[in-house]
């Protein structure tokens, strides 16, 4: 049996990928890395001049673009993103389902409204957008779907209720999905550490902060979004073809809280 030469299994030449929360961030970057990669490239997320400094970049990698300003918590807006890509590129094969977050707040000060609003924000609209993707995807003979979670997840800290109860859920409903979707779809989740970002940045101006975030980490630096952008190209190409239903941790190494909020106790 003849092998194919394994970088060109990372290869995406003439794919179409959707990247939500592409504005900024792990999504601008993995947006660019798709396009690098060979991909065209939908760039979503709420603000329009975002996504347009976003799609710019991916031309600049010689690669088409199109910017959607999309609210993912809208169910019309998650259905217009897909027409345009279809009526765009006439196909679809890879979803990065990036757009999430939501801000730490103790438990007893976490309102129901906030509470189900982040449920909204960081699983529901991953549940809508992808059975919206599925069958461009199935039309063409299959794809990849990659949701990024956080370590949240899968590590206590409080002030995380509702972030981490969201997270969770998205990982696992990775997992759940995975079977039903395979083999035409794979789906698989990244679990993501502190990365440096817009949403991260209020806490690493602070260098005491940022050096117990580099010293609670195994790896003794801050994550970059190209960290996780790599690991987004490897689940998007067919270089992981036998990989679905599996959460990947990119985190630097750790298996607790680089940092920990304080809180009252009760």
Known sequence: MTQEPVLERFR??????IVTGAGKGIGAGTAVALAEAGADVVCAA???????????????RGRRALAVATDV?????????????????GRLDVLVNNAGGWLPRPLLETSERAFEAALRFNVTSVFLLTKLAV?????NGGGSIVNISSRSASMVQPCFVAYATAKAALSMMTRAMAPELAPKVRVNAIEVGGVETQG?????????????LEDNTPMQRVGRPDDIAAAVVYLASPASSWVTGKIFEVDGGVEAPAFTIPFERL
């Open 135 to 139: 069958p461009e995807m199935v039309a």
């Open 200 to 212: 991260l940045a209020h806490v690493l101006t602070d260098d005491d902060v940022r050096r117990q």
């Open 73 to 89: 918590t809208r169910t019309d807006d998650l259905e217009r993103l897909v027409r345009a890509t279809i009526d765009e590129f």
């Open 46 to 60: 709420r603000t329009q001049s975002d996504i347009n400094a976003t799609a710019d970049a991916v031309r600049g």
């Open 12 to 17: 995406l030449d003439g794919a179409v990928a």
